[in-house]
Structure formats: structure tokens, C-alpha cells
């Protein structure tokens, strides 16, 4: 079963970096995955893991990665603030989505409405406070984020940088757009906690919110996932 599981997850993996990666290699040394558009008109890159230089050579059309030298003075801070302040949203913002899936659970679910009783409304606020958190969070995380990659990688538009920077973005809006459907009450009832589907307008600010808080957690795994690639080089 987990075996399955390990395989469907690399076919997946395989597929995205086809797909927003293009052509790839693996760094001679570190084994990295690192996008052949990465290199600068001259063939060459810097290996965003180890340092090392590599010309990229094409051999009856597949690519060939030389090392040339390495990045001696490649600025290497004893504390990189950016995989310590992603610990933020990446913990916060799943348990946000719980709260969210319970109350949506128990608005469909009459029994468990009634089991949850006042505590529903309870509940819907502190999943409120806990997305508030995680979008805050974002933003020293994506500010960190910036800085480590002008101070340690030189501004080069690696393809995993500029993805993770893009998805960032987005999930600033789409967490400020949840943020602001949850607060203006148009998804729970201030009353009972629980969603608002007895009106069509309800129900299509429950679709909405839903929907930002699903994709908020595509975003966040994906990035989280690209991420760790960038500190443990796999």
C-alpha cells in the first residue's frame, strides 16, 4: 500500500517538473534536480544546493552535465530565517482547513450540528484567528524568502525560486480572499456557527471559501514539497 502510494506520488512529481520544469538533470554532485533553463547563455549554472559550476552539453540530444569549479564564496548564514519561518503557515494552515471541513461537515450532517451545539460558533472563530495567522505568516515567510534568494543565490531565476515565489503570491490571495468571506460573515452564521446554505448567496460564498481554503493547501504542500528539495537537495 505505501509502496503504491510512494510510486503514484513520484509518477505525479515527474509529471509537474515536466510540465513547469521542462527538460531536466541531476547535479553530478549532489544529485539535485535542476531545470536546464537555468542555464545562462553560456551553458552554465550554479548548482543552487551545492555551489558547484556546471556546463550543460547535449549528446545526440540528451543532456550531459560537466563540473567545472565551484562557488567558494557562496554566502552561507548560520541561521537561514526563510525554512524557519515557513514553519508558520505550513502548521497553522492545515489545522485552519480542519475547523473549516468540521463545521462544513456538521452543516450537512444534522446530528453532529446538534452534538457541536454552541461550540460551533466557538469553533468557526478559532479556525478564523488560526487562517489569519498562517496568511500573516506568509508574508515574513515570502519577505525572508526574497532575501535569501538575492543574499545566498545571486537573484538567479532558478525555476524552483521563481515557482516558489509565483505560488506565494497566490496564496496570499487566495488566504486574504478566505479571510474576508469568513469575516463578513457570509459563510458561518454568527449565530450557530455552521454554514449558511439555506440561501443561494450563502452557498456560493460557502463554494468560494471552501474552494480558497482547498487550493490555499495545494499551494502550501506543493511549495512546502519544492522547498525541502532547495534545503535537503532531494
Not at 567558494?72 to 519561518?85: D, E, M, S
Not at 505560488?167 to 457570509?186: D, E
Amino acid at each position: 500500500m505505501i509502496d503504491d502510494i510512494r510510486r503514484i506520488a513520484a509518477r505525479t512529481t515527474d509529471r509537474f517538473t515536466r510540465r513547469f520544469w521542462g527538460p531536466t538533470f541531476r547535479c553530478p554532485v549532489c544529485h539535485f534536480l535542476i531545470a536546464a533553463v537555468d542555464a545562462d547563455g553560456n551553458a552554465l549554472l550554479v548548482c543552487p544546493v551545492c555551489g558547484v559550476v556546471i556546463e550543460i552539453e547535449s549528446v545526440y540530444g540528451h543532456i550531459v552535465p560537466v563540473v567545472h569549479d565551484v562557488e567558494v564564496f557562496r554566502p552561507q548564514p548560520k541561521a537561514r530565517l526563510h525554512p524557519l519561518a515557513t514553519h508558520l503557515p505550513i502548521g497553522l494552515f492545515p489545522f485552519a482547513l480542519l475547523g473549516a471541513a468540521v463545521l462544513s461537515v456538521a452543516s450537512l450532517v444534522g446530528g453532529l450540528g446538534v452534538a457541536l451545539g454552541a461550540r460551533a460558533p466557538v469553533l468557526a472563530d478559532a479556525t478564523l484567528v488560526l487562517l489569519v495567522l498562517a496568511v500573516a505568516g506568509a508574508v515574513p515567510t515570502l519577505a525572508s524568502g526574497l532575501w535569501d534568494w538575492n543574499r545566498r543565490y545571486r537573484r538567479r531565476p532558478y525555476r524552483q525560486i521563481t515557482f516558489k515565489i509565483a505560488g506565494s503570491i497566490v496564496f496570499l490571495v487566495v488566504g486574504a480572499a478566505a479571510i474576508v468571506l469568513q469575516a463578513s460573515g457570509a459563510v458561518f452564521s454568527g449565530a450557530t456557527g455552521l454554514l449558511q446554505l439555506g440561501s443561494p448567496l450563502g452557498a456560493f460564498a460557502a463554494v468560494l471559501y471552501l474552494g480558497a481554503l482547498a487550493g490555499g493547501m495545494l499551494i502550501v504542500a506543493v511549495l512546502g514539497h519544492v522547498g525541502g528539495t532547495l534545503v535537503f537537495g532531494r
